[in-house]
Nanobody, 121 residues
Framework: QVQLVESGGGLVQPGGSLRLSCAASGSIFSINIMGWYRQAPGKERELVANIFSAGATNIADSLKGRFTISRDNAKNTVYLQMNSLKPDDTAVYYC???????????????WGQGTQVTVSS
């Protein structure tokens, strides 16, 4: 069984910063992609950023320059650094990872429970 546990969400003023963390644990053989989606009230879930095991990253065009993603493979942890936050960044942020639980087993998607980020004065 695999678990993804997020931390670091909360309330921040416009212009502020937050760093989200997501740690994967359990029966992990290998992790390929790790990343973040977000979902604001009344909107569809959207990709924020992802990072491959070798370090290549993708960040949503609208967030480039403000958000960065990184990971620590030794800790099975992915981070999302969010700077210059705006009220429009308010959403539930979900961590996900593409994981194999054993040799020869298929890659599967796993999701965290979500962490609330609220940007408000």
């Amino acid at each position: 069984q695999v678990q993804l546990v997020e931390s670091g969400g909360g309330l921040v003023q416009p212009g502020g910063s937050l760093r989200l963390s997501c740690a994967a644990s359990g029966s992990i053989f290998s992790i390929n992609i790790m990343g973040w989606y977000r979902q604001a009230p009344g909107k569809e879930r959207e990709l924020v950023a992802n990072i491959f095991s070798a370090g290549a990253t993708n960040i949503a065009d609208s967030l480039k320059g403000r958000f960065t993603i990184s990971r620590d493979n030794a800790k099975n942890t992915v981070y999302l650094q969010m700077n210059s936050l705006k009220p429009d960044d308010t959403a539930v942020y979900y961590c996900y990872a593409v994981i194999r639980t054993g040799w020869g087993r298929p890659w599967s998607d796993y999701w965290g429970q979500g962490t609330q980020v609220t940007v408000s004065s």
